[in-house]
């Protein structure tokens, strides 16, 4: 029954007309979880204390200050500014320390702290806890997808129906088919996604070789076809995630 539950997401986004049914599943997946957050987490001990060593990137504090809970993201942030500033106690009593024999010495140390902050906010931005979420989710979808194409033939014929996947996912599924398949499985499902993939970025090429031509005056009253909004579905497939199909 839970493995019935966990796959219904999966059934439903292969069945929708998208140019990445696992985008579509994450979509779905982190809307749930942010108002999951806000319902059961604002006032979590545990997640309070892992807002000391962790935040959101960009692109998922855009998503939490489009979500209706200003009230719950106040609070988070709260936190965020509070563990702030106690690191920059910290900061502080270490550069006043009265015992330090010069203030070179006082200087190699601010220096040392402050180099360790600016290239961990250079190289990850901090750890989002969003991100870092998600990347799981990402990966136990991607196993859920490759085990119910290897043991559902009804799901079988949607997989090989849809309209392949962005790039991301679908290096990412045919890695996690190496780890999950073997023998004539694996050889079936990697043939299966490469001719999807391929037969779908030639179909999207077209689309978009057609919406070329729709900028010359010799076609300018042919008719655009699914053509029109082609160029966001290719840049969809390239990137994948954020990029809006609309
Ligand atoms: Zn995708
Ligand atoms: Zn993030």
Redesign the pocket.
């Known amino acids: 029954m839970k493995q019935e539950i966990f796959t219904f997401p999966l059934w439903d986004a292969f069945q929708e007309n998208t140019e990445?049914p696992?985008?579509h599943i994450m979509e779905r997946a982190e809307e749930s979880y942010i108002s999951g957050l806000f319902r059961d987490m604002v006032n979590d001990v545990n997640f309070h204390r892992s807002l000391e060593h962790m935040s959101f990137c960009s692109t998922h504090f855009q998503q939490l200050l489009n979500y209706r809970d200003k009230f719950g993201l106040a609070l988070i942030v709260d936190k965020i500014l509070l563990h702030e500033m106690s690191k920059l106690r910290k900061f502080r009593r270490i550069m006043e320390v009265p015992y330090l024999p010069s203030k070179y010495h006082a200087l190699n140390i601010i220096r040392k702290i402050f180099n360790r902050h600016t290239n961990q906010y250079d190289i990850d931005e901090s750890p989002c806890f969003l991100c870092i979420h998600s990347k799981d989710a990402m990966h136990s979808y991607a196993a859920s997808i490759i085990q119910l194409w290897a043991c559902n033939s009804k799901f079988q014929s949607l997989y090989e129906n849809c309209k392949g996947?962005?790039f991301?996912?679908f290096y990412l599924l045919i890695g996690e088919a190496q780890r999950l398949l073997s023998g004539p499985q694996l050889k079936k499902f990697c043939q299966a996604t490469f001719s999807l993939q391929e037969n779908n970025l030639k179909r999207l090429n077209d689309e978009l070789n057609w919406f070329i031509k729709k900028f010359n005056y010799y076609y300018v009253d042919s008719p655009w076809h699914t053509s029109r909004d082609s160029l966001k579905r290719c840049i969809f497939k390239i990137k994948?995630?954020s990029i809006n199909q609309e």
């Open positions: 990445c696992l985008c996947f962005c991301k996912h994948g995630g």
